[in-house]
T-cell receptor, first 117, second 112 residues
Framework: EPEVTQTPSHQVTQMGQEVILRCVPI?????FYWYRQILGQKVEFLVS????????KSEIFDDQFSVERPDGSNFTLKIRSTKLEDSAMYFC???????????????FGNGTRLTVT | GQQLNQSPQSMFIQEGEDVSMNCTSS?????WLWYKQDPGEGPVLLIA?????ELTSNGRLTAQFGITRKDSFLNISASIPSDVGIYFC????????????FGTGTRLTIIP
């Protein structure tokens, strides 16, 4: 079964550094997402992306965050200047149907654990 | 924003027992989903519910979408060791590729 893949599985960085988290969504999917899970807490929505632009973002997704689909397969999340509180698991997800369609549950990757020291 | 509250927060059961957990919201959702998360991995979809009142099964798992659209339950029958993990409910306000709002999670532990 096709799956969403994320790299790296674990990233350690110093506060203030830039990080780029990478995702390869399922190939025929058109809708892409990033979610975050702080250790021991629930999964939180960050941003959704469709047709090469952000369709929705949460208040967590401030100016330090950006997303990009640089080519036909990758989807990246960049954090410009990391803070200690950015330490979390970051999950990429993708879906294959548009608004108003059934049967389009999201498929999640295994996540990147970001540790900011 | 919308919040989903799950109960119980954690469960300790013996292998073979049935499990029941539920999720409630102050807001209406049009789609309810149940995910399982194993340590160090991403959420894996178990069951998706699209209509109020819908009852859906997936093997030993059964989930229902509440009539009010503000709640859902998940039952696991005859639990086995690989059922251990954290179970999250998630809601979508509209069908399709709308963002998910996740519940607080139920951690299931099986006592040998």
């Amino acid at each position: 079964e096709p799956e969403v893949t994320q790299t790296p599985s674990h990233q350690v960085t110093q506060m203030g550094q830039e990080v780029i988290l990478r995702c390869v969504p399922i190939s025929n999917h058109l809708y892409f997402y990033w979610y975050r899970q702080i250790l021991g807490q629930k999964v939180e929505f960050l941003v959704s992306f469709y047709n090469n632009e952000i369709s929705e973002k949460s208040e967590i997704f401030d100016d330090q965050f950006s997303v990009e689909r640089p080519d036909g397969s990758n989807f990246t999340l960049k954090i410009r200047s990391t803070k200690l509180e950015d330490s979390a698991m970051y999950f990429c997800a993708s879906g294959d149907r548009g608004l108003g369609s059934y049967n389009s549950p999201l498929h999640f990757g295994n996540g990147t654990r970001l540790t900011v020291t | 924003g919308q919040q989903l509250n799950q109960s119980p927060q954690s469960m300790f059961i013996q292998e073979g027992e049935d499990v029941s957990m539920n999720c409630t919201s102050s807001s209406i959702f049009n789609t309810w989903l149940w995910y399982k998360q194993d340590p160090g991995e991403g959420p894996v979809l178990l069951i998706a519910l699209y209509k109020a009142g819908e009852l859906t099964s997936n093997g030993r798992l059964t989930a229902q979408f509440g009539i009010t659209r503000k709640d859902s339950f998940l039952n696991i029958s005859a639990s086995i060791p690989s059922d251990v993990g954290i179970y999250f409910c998630a809601g979508q306000l509209v069908w399709g590729n709308e963002k998910l709002t996740f519940g607080t999670g139920t951690r299931l532990t099986i006592i040998p």
